[in-house]
């Protein structure tokens, strides 16, 4: 088999053709859409995924080693089993995906916290699927998970493409690191000096775990009497 190209790929994503067990190997993906896709097992060695939108794709054994992934969107994707050695996922929106049995040794941006956007959480929200209370947002799963959420701007590019001073691209900061920063936000834009990135507004959510209650304290024997005490001592003495 011809080794596919980035527009057969996506073409094929969007027939809902599966590329289980495909070689796509060294193909620049960057930014594309494949949304759903079923890559099961594929081998995605040294291709460029940074800012791919991989939300829902089934993921599972796919080998992913040494893949850059920044600022792509792994929500609710299936990466069961999947090799991401010393991946780089920084920035990356891993809110829901599956990573059971997942190799992840040396992987960049995978923690328990996790960025959500604003776009998930405000569809989420459509489909009541999410409840927010305070600063607590718990999703409505069987497991209801809950979490602490923070403002949050993820940095996906400079505008007209140019350098990047901050060293910032695919990273997710708080409102207040930026400000510390000296960076204003506004929207979808963060202005540093005279450098102009393109952010997707979001939240931090930090997991609630709940506290174990305190152990119990074994009760006390009630104190012995007279007679049990001249018994022990006796069968001590005797």
């Given at each position: ?5 980035r527009e057969e790929i996506i073409d ?203 152990p119990k304290e074994p009760e006390k ?18």
């Open positions: 088999m011809d080794k596919l190209t094929k994503v969007k027939k809902g053709i599966s590329l289980e067990g495909a070689n796509l190997k060294g193909i620049d993906l960057q930014g594309a859409g494949l949304k759903g896709g079923s890559f099961k097992d594929a081998n995605f060695r040294y291709t460029d995924l940074r800012e791919a939108n991989l939300q829902g794709a089934d993921l599972r054994g796919a080998k992913l080693r040494h893949v850059v992934l920044v600022g792509s969107n792994l929500s609710n994707a299936d990466l069961r089993g999947a090799d991401l050695t010393h991946a780089d996922l920084r920035g990356a929106n891993l809110a829901q995906a599956r990573l059971e049995n997942a190799q992840v040794k040396g992987a960049k941006g995978i923690s328990e916290k996790v960025f959500f956007t604003q776009k998930t959480l405000d569809s989420l929200n459509e489909k009541n699927k999410i409840s927010l209370e305070d600063d607590l947002l718990t999703i409505m799963t069987k497991e209801k998970p809950c979490f602490a959420i923070i403002p949050a701007y993820r940095f996906l590019r400079v505008e007209s493409g140019g350098e990047d001073p901050l060293q910032i691209l695919g990273k997710v900061k708080t409102e207040e690191e930026a400000k510390q920063m000296d960076i204003d936000i506004y929207r979808d834009s963060a202005i540093f000096k005279e450098t102009v990135y393109v952010v997707e507004p979001g939240f931090i959510g930090v997991p609630k775990i709940e506290e174990a209650p305190p024997a009630p104190p012995k009497s007279e007679e049990e005490l001249l018994a022990e001592f006796l069968l001590k003495n005797m």
